[in-house]
């Protein structure tokens, strides 16, 4: 159940990304190459899309006097991990489910068999094979289940963790353009703050 619930949610966050990924970013990052700082605002500025809030974050960041250009590029790296973060939340989860499923499994597996053994031994001599198979049936309900868990679920979590590390990618990549173009654009942005 857990499992289901952040999957869905992982899905539903990244699928909101990708239908996002109107290319506001891009543009944005276009019209600042041309010094054109208030059409890139108006193009981020609300934007939910990671990418273009931190293009709207870090021009917001350049029109300011106030820190050195280290400290604005320090800022603007924080900012962008923080949306990879975001990005990225929920996945150990799955992970550690994944993990833990066929464990589970396997300690139900144990369990079955230890209270088929103890019927054997309750039944001396006279093992009726029916009283045995109510602890092998659940050895082996237990391991089908923690395998059935386990299965789709990592397969999930490596899909989501490439999906993830792609639109990390993708940040990394804004991040460095943004960067690049407000470093030479950084007294027209600070001209057009007032």
């Given amino acids: 159940m857990v499992a289901s619930t952040v999957v ?20 944005a990052l276009a019209h600042l190459h041309q010094g054109q700082k208030p059409q890139a605002l108006l193009l981020t500025k609300g934007n939910r899309n990671p990418r273009a809030r931190l293009v709207y974050q870090i021009i917001e960041l350049y029109q300011t006097a106030e820190l050195s250009a280290s400290a604005k590029k320090d800022e603007a790296i924080r900012l962008a991990r923080g949306h990879m973060v975001r990005l990225g939340s929920y996945l150990r989860i799955l992970e550690v489910i994944a993990t833990l499923a066929p464990l589970l499994g396997l300690f139900g597996t144990v369990l079955g068999m230890i209270e088929a053994f103890q019927a054997m031994e309750a039944a001396g001599s006279n093992v009726n094979p029916a009283v045995l198979s109510g602890g092998i049936w659940q050895a082996l309900l237990t391991t089908a289940v923690g395998l059935a868990v386990a299965i789709p679920v990592s397969l999930l979590h490596s899909w989501l963790d490439r999906r993830v590390e792609l639109e990390n990618l993708a940040i990394q990549d804004t991040l460095e353009q943004t960067l690049t173009v407000c470093s030479q654009h950084a007294p027209e942005l600070r001209q057009t703050a007032s």
Wanted: hydrophobic share 55%; no cysteine; net charge positive.
């Fill in 8 to 27: 869905v949610v992982k899905i539903l966050q990244l699928w909101w990304q990708w239908r996002l990924l109107d290319k506001s970013a891009d543009s």
